[in-house]
């Protein structure tokens, strides 16, 4: 069966530090992983994208890791800021049509 | 800019009252979607769209239908609303079939189901 399985579930840091975020996937075959970012009261909004030929993609203080041999991703966050809060949802999709696999994601939440 | 919209944004009704949440889009994308978001389940296809005059059923689509007669919306329709019906409603679109495509999501609806 093909799921997407994110840990922690919930996360608690301190302005400034860094933190990991986990991805576990079993959808195959495998086109791409997205990682979204939403925000309380907002839709999700894309963070990275990558294929399985990429083992690492940055979008500032945000990089993504893949990696496809043991189906496993990560999203890390570098010095953490107060607007990091928010749900961070892991997302594969198949190589064909409309296939997504969504994770139930990952709250964040950073406190000062 | 382009953007995609939801409306309305927070809807309370009762049981077996038949409701309809309206979703625009102006990417001019031929791909549009509905999910459903709850607790411990993450986002749920409901039905999804890859043009005009096409729709197709998500995984939880039952007591739900949607109609699409432009490029611009897709709006989702509970026939007779239900209290497991009470959820937060997203919206998405995206421009092709490709599965590399980014899905833009709506600002999403919530609805209660009394």
């Known amino acids: 069966k093909n799921q997407v399985e994110q840990s922690p579930q919930s996360l608690i840091i301190l302005e400034g530090k860094n933190c990991t975020l986990q991805c576990n996937y079993t959808v195959s075959p495998f086109s791409n992983l997205r990682w979204y970012k939403q925000d309380t009261g907002r839709g999700p909004v894309s963070l990275t994208i990558m294929t399985f030929s990429e083992n690492t993609k940055s979008n500032g203080r945000y990089t993504a890791t893949l990696d496809a041999d043991t189906k496993q991703s990560s999203l890390h966050i570098t010095a953490s800021q107060l607007s990091d809060s928010a749900s961070y949802i892991c997302?594969?999709?198949?190589?064909?049509?409309?296939?997504?696999?969504f994770g139930t994601g990952t709250s964040l939440t950073v406190i000062p | 800019d382009a953007e995609i919209t939801q409306s309305p944004r927070h809807k309370i009704t009762e049981t077996g009252r038949q409701v309809t949440l309206a979703c625009h889009q102006t990417?001019?994308?031929?791909?549009m979607f509905w999910y459903r978001q709850d607790l411990g389940h993450g986002l749920r296809l409901i039905h999804y769209?890859?043009?005009?005059?096409?729709?197709n059923k998500g995984e939880v689509s039952d007591g739900y239908s949607v109609s699409r007669s432009n490029t611009e919306d897709l709006p989702l329709t509970l026939e007779s609303a239900a209290s497991s019906q009470t959820s937060v409603y997203f919206c998405?679109?995206?421009?092709?079939?490709?599965?590399?495509?980014?899905?833009?999501f709506g600002p999403g609806t919530r609805l209660t189901v009394l």
């Open positions: 769209s890859y043009g005009v005059h096409d729709t």
């Open positions: 990417w001019n994308h031929n791909n």
């Open positions: 997302v594969v999709s198949a190589p064909t049509g409309n296939q997504f696999y």
């Open positions: 998405a679109s995206s421009e092709n079939t490709l599965a590399n495509n980014e899905q833009f």
